[in-house]
């Protein structure tokens, strides 16, 4: 009995470690000649301790990285890649457009509103995170980025 409970609170605090889900998550159609992409979505860590996001992937595309939108001081918006992602216990974090988002790269067939594709997040104790995301038409994806931030 007494390994059994050690073994049930083992379980029980691994689990409660990294709890990652997703809200409101989706991926933009694209064209068909567009071969790149983006996802977006915001990312709640219901755990008792920090995530550090080093790597995103998916089976739909040659390559996936968090990005982000910066203005420079010259007022030139720009896109570059960053390395991780800091989600602390309890809190959460947006992928949004204008600001950190998830870039699809080199995408093996055209995406079309109504499919599912997987997104595959890993942390820096190389623990996956795999979820069923959403492609979603530029129009419906701006639709419910407005129903989220109806202040914007």
Do not use: W
């Not at 203005?71 to 890649?81: A, N, T």
């Not at 989600?87 to 947006?94: D, R, V, Y």
């Amino acid at each position: 009995m007494r390994r059994l409970l050690i073994c049930l609170s083992l379980c029980c605090s691994f689990n409660a470690v990294a709890e990652l889900t997703l809200e409101s998550p989706r991926v933009r159609a694209m064209p068909p000649s567009v071969s790149n992409t983006a996802a977006f979505f915001t990312v709640h860590n219901s755990g008792q301790q920090d995530i550090r996001l080093t790597s995103v992937s998916t089976p739909a595309a040659s390559n996936s990285e968090f990005h982000r939108h910066a203005m420079s001081d010259s007022g030139v918006m720009s896109m570059s890649r960053v390395h991780f992602i800091d989600i602390k216990a309890g809190q959460s974090f947006e992928f949004n457009s204008g600001g950190h988002h998830i870039m699809l790269m080199g995408l093996h067939q055209p995406l079309r509103p109504g499919e599912r594709i997987q997104l595959i997040l890993q942390d820096n104790n190389k623990i996956q995170y795999p979820f069923e995301v959403p492609v979603m038409s530029i129009m419906a994806a701006q639709q419910l980025e407005k129903n989220n931030h109806p202040h914007h």
